[in-house]
């Protein structure tokens, strides 16, 4: 479990992160989903100890990260935006550096990376090294290297950007399986699409505000279930309904090509922009 109360960032005049307070349960899926320069990566920063909050407190598993770094230390995984792996060092070598700096016994260090390798297929290419891993491969090691000393809380940051698309589908499918065995997982996205397909609940940030949370199916009810689409005056426009029936309705009375489909997690969050997610700020 997660919890940050009133955690504020500043960087000389900017405030990265404003006055942020949340709770993440026990087996959480919790995507944070908001635009560059967001303070997503302020935020998972300050959650790790990699940089301390101006003001304000985070805990994880009930320890507080400025008093018990170690209980803290040992509950989380991290998984940064850009690569931390030792390009010369294979990938077996890779989780048996981490094992080693979190004071792993060799005998835990070897039957982890074997499971961990395994688990992740890439036990056929252990003994390459990092380096010459493409970047979906070097995705799937990080997150190996970041679960080697067993942590019940995994952090990710962008775990898909730069990823094509099977290997974004691949890095997906793991993190549902970590979900499916207990795991706690936190993720920022830019990607509504990544948000919508993984998170069990998500939190909207912007301006280093957390804007609202609620599931992906909250925010897409309160928009609307369906849309009816219609391009008109050289653009696009989408109006809300609860039913197929009634935006059906609505698209009969109307010339032109008109489009009625359920609504995503995009449509709800361009209708929910417009009423005010950027300007609240
Ligand atoms: N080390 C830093 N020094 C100064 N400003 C920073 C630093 N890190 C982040 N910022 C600023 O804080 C804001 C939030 O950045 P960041 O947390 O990286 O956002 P995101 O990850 O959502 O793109 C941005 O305005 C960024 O420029
Ligand atoms: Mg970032």
């Known amino acids: 479990m997660i919890s940050y109360k009133n955690v504020t960032k500043k ?22 989903l908001g635009p560059n320069g967001a303070g997503k990566t302020t935020l998972l920063r ?10 304000g407190d985070i805990s994880v598993n009930g320890a507080r990260i400025d008093r018990n770094l170690t209980d803290a230390k040992r509950s989380l995984g991290v998984v940064p935006q850009y690569s931390n792996l030792e390009n010369e060092l294979s990938a077996l070598q890779n989780l048996e550096y981490h094992g080693r700096l979190y004071g792993l016994t060799r005998r835990d260090i070897r039957r982890r990376s074997r499971e961990l390798l395994e688990f992740s297929g890439l036990d056929g290419r252990r003994d390459e090294a990092a380096r010459v891993f493409s970047g979906g491969m070097r995705r799937k090691l990080m997150i190996m290297k970041a679960l080697m000393h067993e942590p019940d809380i995994l952090l990710l940051d962008e775990p898909s950007a730069g990823l094509d ?31 919508e397909a993984l998170c069990s609940r998500l939190g909207m940030i912007d301006g280093g505000a ?20 219609y391009f008109e005056n050289g653009m696009t426009t989408q109006r809300f309904f609860d039913s197929r029936d009634e935006a059906a309705a609505r698209a009969a009375l109307m010339e032109g090509d008109t489009r009625v489909r359920a609504a995503n997690l995009e449509d709800a969050f361009i209708k929910l922009s417009g009423k005010g997610f950027e300007a609240e700020g």
């Open 210 to 229: 957390l804007r609202r949370t609620g599931t992906p199916g909250e925010m897409i009810s309160e928009a609307g279930k369906f849309v009816l689409e």
């Open 46 to 55: 300050m959650t790790c100890a990699l940089t301390a909050p101006s003001a």
């Open 11 to 32: 960087y000389g005049g900017v405030t990265a992160v404003a006055d942020f307070s949340l709770e993440i349960g026990r087996g959480e899926f919790f995507g944070l």
């Open 165 to 195: 698309a099977p290997w974004r589908r691949r890095v997906w499918d793991l993190l549902r399986e970590l979900h499916k065995r207990g795991l706690t997982l936190l993720l920022t996205t830019h990607y509504l699409e990544e948000a």
